[in-house]
């Protein structure tokens, strides 16, 4: 076989694979066509630039929906990520083509886009998380809103109880409304244990503004990393809030608080971290035991909750306001023990927070 | 075999710079189809299974045909055309909409990965690697958003002056490692790219801390640019289609580019300086203006790429713009490699690049496939271009009269 022979079938052998390529495009197409028969319910979500692997709120709403699908297997479940908010607008029109029963969006980044597809499609179903669209012409959106700072305020509580040295921290990703709720509810807890107490807890890394906080706006002075993922900079702020006298520290910024579960190993035990969002113990099992508690979010149940109505034809637009009465936010208890007495007074703090005999805003408390 | 048919093979099998690209991708869709199958559970368990039943080789077979398969047709189907959405809008006249949005999408996706991917390639044939075009972009959306959000003008003066802004901005970043460069020597690498993070970080305490966060606002999101500023869609409104002006603003850019590099004799400056610095200073050739007009027109290009996304798709700004995988100032660098930095070139590799984007999307609704497989195959491709050697051993291809294909990437660092 000559060299030219050789090239022209080694050639031959690429092309080949490349029709066979481009062949079994046009055979897919009837496979794709008889699927449609059992008429399966489709639920699907549009993250944010996190995707579902955030281990934050994109990959809690992801959860809630495997969630739905393993209530009720006629759900079928997807997702597609975005890189940019240039990509919302075409992610849900793709969706609402492939006819979607229900469009979950992530996030308030996706507040304008998602208004914009439910107002030019009246009969399609939608849910956003953390967010509540201002603009709607018609009751096809269901809001999912957490006043985190009630279970906040529990873990505030817990804290001040909790501490030796009588110094508390906390500190944000980035200052948004949803991450200085947290704060401020935390710090409202503090105040709070002072005041019935006669203590004089002090917190590191947040100052409430004056005023009311809620999720469109939530103010005060404190410590930002600037970010979600730098767990360096999460390590360091914890390190020197330790060296500060500070012997718990609450972060609320989504995995960059593993750098806090680093300086508190570094810093021996004794110290230990308030988890946030979902479960320590569970999203992080293997530090459990530096965990004291976790002021969590109800994504998860809330997002599958919305998805199980929608498919069961039970679906109303409006909002959904999670608090510590319907556990769309709550206070769990890690790996390291708290007192019989604490948890009971803390379970009695719940009651008056949800029967509004006890308020959370800390600017009702006096500060230390 | 007749003569006719021999010339065709000899073609097929002669090594020519497009040939090249064309192999690389076929081989970049090689790669992908092997990724899905290595990644796809149910075509592994069929594999696993081959020697339990006489059917099963079958059944794998078909199934990881029908799994690469379902993948590359709604990834084209989702970026050019579906032919059976388009043969229904074309009987019924119903459904137009649906029928090109995935043109549309594609469209203006790739017009400012254009502009931006025409300013880093002019860098290149003058032989400087600008890697900070996605800061400049990102100065170019800012500056763009104040001018567009915060002033009130008329259209015809509005518009102008947004775009006008997003060129300055972009200048403005690109003037830095310039003007270093051109006085000290510092190496245009180094301060590109590390000027990148601090245009990210900016960008945030401009959207956090300035008149151009959106009021009532305190999230990282900006205030809205005026209707009377944004790129309006080619088609209207009511279209439902996104394309936009911003695809008018990348043919000019191209058509300024080509006319540019080769008619203008100062484009000639620049191709002479790219291919030979000391011939060319031997010349006459002021090679100090040269690298600052370098920057000045990249970065002004990047900038408009930056404005251009900005104002004809999202119309603010967030702190995720161009963060990450959306930073088309990093993709345009591979478009300028894999267009071998020619206005031309560059036109068809961005429409790949956004087409696999825009087909990522659709294939990964409809397959669960992840989108990330758009950047495999990308990715697979430059790197196939940038080694013709490998292409040209898998393939066996001769060699041309000419000699060696060049390396797509010489130059850099020079």
């Given at each position: 076989?000559?060299?030219?022979?050789?090239?022209?079938v080694?050639?031959?052998?690429?092309?080949?694979?490349?029709?066979?390529?481009?062949?079994?495009?046009?055979?897919?197409?009837?496979?794709?066509?008889?699927?449609?028969?059992?008429?399966?319910?489709?639920?699907?979500?549009v993250?944010?630039?996190?995707?579902i692997?955030d281990?934050?709120f994109?990959?809690?709403?992801?959860k809630?929906?495997?969630?739905?699908?393993a209530r009720?297997?006629?759900?079928?479940?997807?997702?597609?990520?975005?890189?940019?908010?240039?990509?919302?607008?075409?992610?849900i029109?793709t969706?609402?083509?492939?006819?979607?029963?229900?469009?979950?969006?992530?996030?308030?980044?996706?507040?304008?886009?998602?208004?914009?597809?439910?107002?030019?499609h009246?009969?399609q179903?939608?849910?956003?998380?953390?967010?509540?669209?201002?603009?709607?012409?018609?009751?096809?959106?269901?809001?999912?809103?957490?006043?985190?700072?009630?279970?906040?305020f529990?873990?505030g509580?817990l804290?001040?109880?909790?501490?030796?040295?009588g110094?508390?921290?906390?500190?944000?990703?980035?200052?948004?409304?949803?991450?200085?709720?947290?704060?401020?509810?935390?710090?409202?807890g503090?105040?709070?244990?002072?005041?019935?107490?006669?203590?004089?807890?002090?917190?590191?890394?947040?100052?409430?503004?004056?005023?009311?906080?809620?999720?469109?706006?939530?103010?005060?002075?404190?410590?930002?990393?600037?970010?979600?993922?730098d767990?360096?900079?999460?390590?360091?702020?914890?390190?020197?809030?330790?060296?500060?006298?500070?012997?718990i520290?609450?972060?609320?910024?989504?995995?960059?608080?593993l750098?806090?579960?680093?300086?508190?190993?570094?810093?021996?035990?004794?110290?230990?971290?308030?988890?946030?969002?979902?479960?320590?113990?569970v999203?992080?099992?293997?530090?459990?035991?530096?965990?004291?508690?976790?002021?969590?979010?109800?994504?998860?149940?809330?997002?599958?909750?919305?998805?199980?109505?929608?498919?069961?034809?039970?679906?109303?637009?409006?909002?959904?306001?999670g608090?510590?009465?319907?556990?769309?936010?709550?206070?769990?208890?890690?790996?390291?023990?708290?007192p019989?007495?604490?948890?009971?007074?803390?379970?009695?703090?719940?009651?008056?927070?949800?029967?509004?005999?006890?308020?959370?805003?800390?600017?009702n408390y006096?500060?230390? | 075999?007749?003569e006719?048919?021999?010339?065709?093979?000899?073609?097929?099998?002669?090594?020519?710079?497009?040939?090249?690209?064309?192999?690389?991708?076929?081989?970049?869709?090689?790669?992908?189809?092997?990724?899905?199958?290595?990644?796809?559970?149910?075509?592994?368990?069929?594999?696993?299974a081959?020697?339990?039943?006489w059917?099963?080789?079958?059944?794998a077979?078909?199934?990881?045909?029908?799994?690469?398969?379902?993948?590359y047709?709604?990834?084209?189907?989702?970026?050019?055309?579906?032919?059976?959405?388009?043969?229904h809008?074309?009987?019924?006249?119903?459904?137009?909409?649906?029928?090109?949005?995935?043109?549309?999408?594609?469209?203006?996706?790739?017009?400012?990965?254009?502009?931006?991917?025409?300013?880093?390639?002019i860098?290149f044939?003058?032989?400087?690697?600008?890697?900070?075009?996605?800061?400049?972009?990102?100065?170019?959306?800012?500056?763009?958003?104040?001018?567009?959000?915060?002033?009130?003008?008329?259209?015809?003066?509005?518009l102008?002056?947004?775009?006008?802004?997003?060129i300055?901005?972009?200048?403005?970043?690109?003037?830095?490692?310039?003007?270093?460069?051109?006085?000290?020597?510092?190496h245009?690498?180094?301060?590109?790219l590390?000027?990148?993070?601090?245009v990210?970080?900016?960008?945030?305490?401009?959207?956090?801390?300035?008149?151009?966060?959106?009021?009532?606002?305190?999230?990282?999101?900006?205030?809205?640019i005026?209707?009377?500023?944004?790129?309006?869609?080619?088609?209207?409104?009511?279209?439902g289609?996104?394309?936009?002006?911003?695809?008018?603003?990348?043919?000019?850019?191209?058509?300024?580019?080509?006319?540019?590099?080769?008619?203008?004799?100062?484009g000639f400056?620049?191709?002479?300086?790219?291919?030979?610095?000391?011939?060319?200073?031997?010349?006459?050739?002021?090679?100090?203006?040269?690298?600052?007009?370098?920057f000045v027109?990249?970065?002004?290009l990047?900038?408009?790429?930056?404005?251009?996304?900005?104002?004809?798709?999202?119309h603010?700004l967030?702190?995720?713009?161009?963060?990450?995988?959306?930073?088309?100032?990093?993709?345009?660098?591979t478009?300028?490699?894999?267009?071998?930095?020619?206005?031309?070139?560059?036109?068809?590799?961005?429409?790949l690049?956004?087409?696999?984007?825009?087909?990522?999307?659709?294939?990964?609704?409809?397959?669960?496939?992840?989108?990330?497989?758009?950047?495999?195959?990308?990715?697979?491709?430059?790197?196939?271009?940038?080694?013709?050697?490998?292409?040209?051993?898998?393939?066996?291809?001769r060699?041309?009269?000419?000699?060696?294909?060049r390396?797509?990437?010489s130059?850099?660092?020079?």
């Amino acid at each position: 076989m000559s060299r030219g022979d050789r090239r022209g079938v080694r050639l031959g052998v690429w092309l080949g694979t490349a029709s066979l390529v481009l062949g079994s495009l046009t055979l897919g197409v009837g496979s794709l066509t008889a699927q449609a028969a059992a008429k399966p319910f489709k639920a699907c979500v549009v993250t944010d630039t996190g995707g579902i692997n955030d281990k934050s709120f994109n990959a809690s709403a992801w959860k809630g929906m495997q969630d739905a699908h393993a209530r009720n297997k006629n759900i079928v479940v997807s997702y597609l990520s975005s890189t940019s908010s240039a990509d919302y607008v075409p992610n849900i029109n793709t969706f609402v083509h492939r006819g979607c029963g229900i469009i979950v969006t992530v996030g308030f980044l996706m507040d304008t886009a998602t208004q914009q597809a439910a107002n030019a499609h009246p009969t399609q179903k939608f849910a956003i998380v953390d967010d509540a669209p201002q603009h709607l012409k018609y009751h096809n959106v269901l809001a999912l809103q957490y006043e985190t700072d009630q279970a906040a305020f529990l873990g505030g509580y817990l804290a001040a109880a909790s501490t030796k040295t009588g110094v508390v921290g906390t500190y944000g990703g980035m200052e948004f409304p949803s991450v200085t709720m947290y704060m401020n509810g935390f710090v409202a807890g503090v105040r709070y244990f002072d005041k019935v107490k006669g203590a004089a807890v002090k917190v590191l890394g947040w100052t409430p503004a004056k005023g009311t906080c809620s999720l469109a706006s939530c103010g005060g002075t404190g410590t930002f990393v600037g970010n979600f993922t730098d767990q360096t900079a999460g390590k360091t702020i914890t390190a020197n809030d330790f060296a500060a006298g500070a012997d718990i520290v609450f972060p609320v910024a989504g995995s960059v608080g593993l750098g806090s579960v680093a300086a508190a190993q570094q810093a021996g035990k004794g110290h230990s971290i308030m988890w946030v969002d979902s479960n320590g113990c569970v999203s992080d099992a293997a530090d459990c035991s530096w965990f004291i508690g976790t002021v969590a979010k109800g994504v998860e149940a809330s997002v599958r909750d919305a998805v199980l109505a929608a498919a069961s034809g039970k679906f109303h637009g409006g909002t959904y306001l999670g608090t510590l009465k319907n556990q769309g936010t709550a206070l769990e208890y890690g790996g390291i023990p708290v007192p019989a007495s604490v948890k009971s007074a803390i379970a009695t703090i719940a009651k008056g927070i949800m029967a509004g005999t006890i308020s959370v805003n800390p600017n009702n408390y006096p500060a230390k | 075999m007749p003569e006719g048919r021999r010339r065709w093979w000899h073609h097929l099998t002669t090594q020519r710079p497009w040939l090249v690209t064309l192999y690389a991708l076929v081989l970049g869709f090689v790669v992908g189809a092997l990724v899905i199958i290595t990644t796809t559970a149910s075509v592994l368990d069929a594999w696993r299974a081959i020697f339990s039943s006489w059917s099963a080789l079958g059944h794998a077979i078909k199934l990881t045909f029908d799994v690469v398969g379902a993948a590359y047709r709604t990834m084209f189907t989702g970026a050019v055309v579906n032919p059976r959405v388009f043969w229904h809008a074309v009987t019924t006249g119903q459904g137009w909409t649906y029928a090109l949005t995935p043109m549309s999408e594609t469209l203006t996706y790739a017009a400012p990965l254009i502009i931006a991917s025409v300013g880093v390639g002019i860098a290149f044939q003058t032989g400087i690697f600008n890697i900070g075009a996605n800061g400049q972009a990102i100065l170019g959306g800012v500056a763009g958003a104040y001018a567009g959000s915060l002033i009130h003008l008329p259209t015809f003066l509005h518009l102008p002056l947004t775009l006008l802004a997003g060129i300055l901005g972009g200048v403005a970043v690109g003037l830095i490692p310039g003007l270093l460069k051109a006085y000290t020597g510092a190496h245009e690498v180094i301060v590109t790219l590390m000027l990148n993070y601090v245009v990210a970080a900016l960008l945030i305490f401009t959207l956090l801390s300035t008149a151009l966060q959106q009021p009532g606002q305190q999230n990282d999101i900006s205030r809205t640019i005026d209707p009377s500023a944004q790129l309006a869609p080619l088609f209207g409104a009511a279209s439902g289609l996104r394309v936009n002006w911003g695809l008018a603003v990348a043919a000019l850019v191209v058509v300024f580019a080509w006319w540019f590099l080769e008619r203008s004799s100062l484009g000639f400056d620049f191709r002479v300086t790219g291919a030979n610095p000391q011939a060319a200073r031997a010349s006459g050739i002021n090679a100090r203006a040269v690298i600052i007009l370098v920057f000045v027109i990249s970065g002004g290009l990047a900038g408009l790429a930056g404005i251009v996304q900005m104002a004809g798709t999202t119309h603010y700004l967030d702190g995720g713009f161009l963060i990450g995988n959306a930073g088309i100032g990093f993709t345009a660098i591979t478009v300028a490699l894999l267009g071998r930095n020619r206005p031309g070139g560059i036109v068809w590799s961005s429409l790949l690049f956004a087409g696999l984007g825009v087909g990522g999307r659709a294939m990964q609704a409809a397959t669960g496939i992840p989108l990330d497989l758009a950047t495999v195959i990308q990715s697979a491709v430059v790197l196939f271009v940038a080694t013709p050697v490998l292409v040209q051993e898998i393939f066996r291809l001769r060699h041309t009269e000419a000699g060696e294909v060049r390396l797509a990437t010489s130059g850099w660092g020079s």
